[in-house]
């Protein structure tokens, strides 16, 4: 069956990577999506592939009035929104804390968080008057631990998980659900120079990098997107779904699932035979 049939739902950055993905698989389940991104080109030749159900919008998500056009071509050709994908990214301002300058940590915020914002609040109004409607945003897994990414980046994700839950809080009673998607790194033209620019190179980086010892690709996140776009996840909003290989667990296994294991086999059981003999 298909999961997104009738939905209609607008994808910004959707002309690449993740958001390309994702895109993809709205159109496989059924949906109709508009990709609202800033390459024309790309975005122009993917809704060509992708056939009736799909359109392109020339969108910079730092404008309004942008996502407001881009939700607006969305309702007019396929019905009421009932989905929206906050996926649009930079990595923006990169470096020592000490040496960021402002004007890089305004434009890395305005695209990372302040476009979110935006995103979340005319995709809640244009999905109000139907009382039903699924948000997703891109957060990252240094929107949930320090150290993943740089520190704009790391302040505008942890920024979306907030959101996310707050917007969650007040929309819940107007039956829209807000929820997030943390991935790990993926390999996409976003984290391309990983692997100088050669993306089976930066597969190999990343899968060595992965608890898992595999590359996270854009579909492994898509179907997270899905999954919360989906009615499978009616019940479901102010959560952040973390998807990055059990990374943010704690990457290294811990010591009693490796050799030192014996060393911890009795530790519990001595203490608790040494309060028994003491109190005995
Ligand atoms: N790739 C990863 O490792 C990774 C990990 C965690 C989170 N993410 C997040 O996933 C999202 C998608 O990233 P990706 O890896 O697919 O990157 P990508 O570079 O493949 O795609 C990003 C898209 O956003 C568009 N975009 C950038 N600025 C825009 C603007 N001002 N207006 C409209 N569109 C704009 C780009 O044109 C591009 O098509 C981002 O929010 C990113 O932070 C990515």
Redesign the pocket.
């Known amino acids: 069956m298909e999961k997104l049939r009738g939905h209609c739902v607008v994808v910004?950055?959707?002309?690449?990577?993740?958001?390309?993905a994702t895109a993809r698989a709205i159109v496989a389940e059924g949906g109709s999506v508009v990709i609202?991104?800033?390459?024309d080109e790309?975005g122009g030749a993917l809704v060509a592939e992708l056939g009736e159900r799909a359109l392109f919008h020339h969108?910079?998500?730092?404008q309004e009035a942008?996502i407001i056009a881009a939700i607006d071509l969305a309702q007019k050709h396929f019905g009421p929104l009932t989905g929206m994908v906050n996926?649009?990214?930079?990595?923006g301002a990169i470096g020592s804390i000490m040496d960021t300058d402002v004007e890089a940590f305004d434009h890395t915020m305005a695209?990372?968080s302040r476009?979110v914002f935006l995103g979340i609040k005319h995709a809640a109004r244009a999905m109000r008057p139907q009382g039903r409607g699924s948000i997703v945003s891109?957060?990252?897994?240094?929107g949930v631990v320090g150290g993943q990414g740089p520190h704009v980046?790391t302040m505008a994700?942890h920024g979306v998980v907030g959101i996310t839950k707050s917007a969650a809080c007040e929309l819940s009673r107007l039956g829209i659900r807000v929820n997030a998607v943390?991935?790990?790194?993926?390999?996409?033209?976003?984290?391309d120079a990983l692997g100088d620019n050669n993306p089976e190179s930066t597969a190999q980086f990343?899968a060595q990098s992965s608890p898992l010892g595999i590359a996270?690709m854009?579909d492994d996140?898509a179907r997270g997107i899905l999954f919360l776009l989906s009615d499978d996840t009616r019940y479901m909003t102010g959560h952040t779904l973390v998807i990055d290989a059990g990374l943010t667990t704690g990457a290294e296994p811990p010591p009693f699932f490796s050799q030192e294991a014996d060393l911890l086999l009795h530790a519990g059981q001595r203490g608790s035979d040494s309060v028994k003999a003491a109190s005995s």
Not at 12 to 20: C, K, L, M, N, P
């Open positions: 910004t950055g959707g002309a690449s990577g993740i958001g390309e609202a991104d800033l390459q790309r969108t910079d998500v730092t942008d996926n649009a990214g930079i990595v695209i990372l476009a891109l957060a990252s897994t240094a980046y994700k943390a991935p790990g790194g993926t390999v996409t033209p976003m984290t990343i996270c854009p996140i």
